[in-house]
């Protein structure tokens, strides 16, 4: 890669960096701010009801599942 293409990724990296960080910062702040959740709250206990009718139940996180499908990606025997 031509050096004046990687110093010109590298700046890219940087803006991105330094911009989501700032992105966070303002989000933080915007949670903070005193009237968020008295402003929101209708949208959030839309949201929360939303979930609570489509719940479904579970009998299991998925966790073990995922676990076996990471081991046979990397094909280690396991003890079923």
Known sequence: MKDSKRKEIEK??????????????????????????????????????????HRELRLSSGLIEQQKKFIQELKIPCND
Do not use: H, P
Request: charged letters at 30%; zero cysteines.
């Open 12 to 53: 890219w990296i940087e803006t991105w960096e330094k911009s989501g960080s700032a992105l966070d910062r303002v989000k933080l702040n915007e949670l903070r701010a005193g009237g968020y959740y008295s402003k929101n709250q209708m949208l959030l206990d839309k949201m929360l009801q939303y979930a609570f009718e």
